[in-house]
């Protein structure tokens, strides 16, 4: 074996140490633990404790490290003075009872990323900016990817402060409890001429890359995201003094409008779209009481933009439809909505040369979730990389796990995406 690779089978054995002590670490940090999976919402003490985390091990390898207005945290390995940095990174909040490895995988493939190339000397032309976005999930507050959408401008606080959890709390005051400053939200904004390109290392949350026994997923489109509140009104009465025919019970309508939507996502004209009808929130939710409202938070992903829009006014219709028919009222409220997004293919062709030269099979797919990666190509060229899920490819549940291997060549693959990428100038921006 030569020298060179008997350096970079060492440093992939150091890889692999720091892999699994590194989500363990991050798993630690949790309002729940073992069987109740992780629980580390966004804009908690917990989100900011586990960035602390991140930038203590980067400011350690003597990166500069700063958390901005929207509470993400960016450290940066200077380049050669040029402004057009090379990024790379993801989220560290999970859903509640959430899985150790969604988000997290990325954020230490990063750690690692830069681990790599500082203890090796690299010497980057281009900035290197390793990132931790803030309040990724859409779990709290509805929805997803708030401190890439203030990064991107995506969104502002205004509209933020009409996001609310389950609590009443408003993002912004959310964020004010974890001492960020709102009032300076645009200060987070990043502008164009100041990125070259983004990666994100996620795990893939299906079970495509275990099914085919490949090593690494590359990303080419990530599915759009509707988010909606259905609203029915039913009036709330005694469940024995009141007969069944005079009855306006919201849960009768809502059900029929749950298995409506299951039946819609089924069916061969939205074939692809997918609908969850996640959260139900009945009231006032007692035995003795009929529901006299109901709550139905529905999530409308898809990677084809007007069939996912279709879709969202298809069940908007067969949902007042259906009310109507049990006597019942709706009211609609769009929550978020994204489209689905192309990534760069220049990413995708520069990342399968980097698996084809490591040895490694790799498939390119499209992303079920949704991710910060969606919110930054509105900013620069992105492209993403899947690690595999193991255990059937289930994720935000404590059963979601990626083996210590597959994550160690998602940093092998990273490392050398974001070198390649540091040394080949992109197109002219068309
Ligand atoms: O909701 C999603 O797809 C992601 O996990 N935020
Ligand atoms: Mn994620
Ligand atoms: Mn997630």
Redesign the pocket.
């Known amino acids: 074996m030569t020298e060179q690779n008997l350096q970079a089978a060492d440093a992939a054995e150091r890889t692999v140490a720091w892999v699994d002590d590194l989500i363990d670490r991050f798993a630690s940090l949790s309002e729940t633990h073992g069987s109740d999976g992780v629980t580390r919402l966004g804009y908690t003490p917990l989100e900011r404790r586990a960035h602390q985390v991140f930038a203590t091990f980067m400011s350690d390898l003597g990166l500069s490290v700063h958390s901005d207005t929207a509470g993400n945290t960016i450290a940066e390995l200077a380049g050669d003075g040029r402004c057009d940095g090379i990024g790379t990174g993801?989220?560290l909040d999970s859903v509640p009872h959430g899985g150790r490895f969604?988000?997290i995988v990325g954020v230490v493939a990063a750690m690692l990323c830069a681990q790599t190339l500082t203890s090796s000397g690299y010497q980057p032309r281009h900035p290197l900016r390793f990132v931790v976005f803030a309040n990724?999930?859409g779990a709290r507050f509805g929805q997803a990817c708030n401190g890439s959408r203030l990064a991107a401008g995506t969104t502002d606080a205004e509209a933020l402060g009409e996001l609310r959890d389950r609590d009443g709390i408003s993002v912004l005051e959310a964020m004010h409890s974890v001492g960020l400053d709102p009032e300076r939200l645009n200060d987070a904004r990043w502008r164009r001429e100041d990125w070259d390109s983004f990666v994100e290392v996620?795990i893939e949350q299906g079970s495509v890359l275990a099914d085919g026994a490949d090593d690494i997923g590359i990303v080419d489109t990530i599915s759009g995201s509707t988010r909606l509140r259905l609203t029915v009104h039913g009036v709330a009465s005694h469940s024995g003094g009141t007969p069944m025919l005079a009855r306006h019970d919201a849960l009768v309508s809502a059900s029929a409008i749950v298995l409506a939507a299951n039946a819609l996502a089924r069916d061969p004209e939205h074939f692809g779209t997918r609908i969850t009808i996640g959260r139900i929130v009945a009231s006032p939710n007692s035995m003795t009481t009929i529901p006299g409202e109901v709550t139905l938070d529905v999530d409308i992903r898809d990677v084809d933009t007007d069939r996912q829009r279709q879709t969202a006014l298809a069940l908007i219709a067969k949902a007042k439809e259906l009310a109507l028919l049990h006597e019942t009222s709706l009211d609609a409220h769009l929550i978020a909505d994204t489209a689905p997004t192309l990534l760069s293919h220049r990413l995708v062709e520069l990342a399968s040369h980097e698996t084809d030269r490591l040895g490694m099979v790799h498939r390119v797919l499209p992303s079920g979730?949704s991710?910060d990666t969606q919110q930054i190509s509105h900013v620069c060229e992105t492209g993403m990389l899947f690690v595999p899920s193991r255990h059937g490819g289930v994720s935000h549940s404590p059963d979601e796990f990626s083996r210590t291997d597959d994550i160690a060549r998602g940093v092998q693959v990273l490392t050398g995406l974001v070198k390649a990428l540091d040394l080949t100038d992109r197109q002219p921006r068309s």
């Open positions: 993801s989220h969604d988000g990724e999930e996620h979730a991710h």
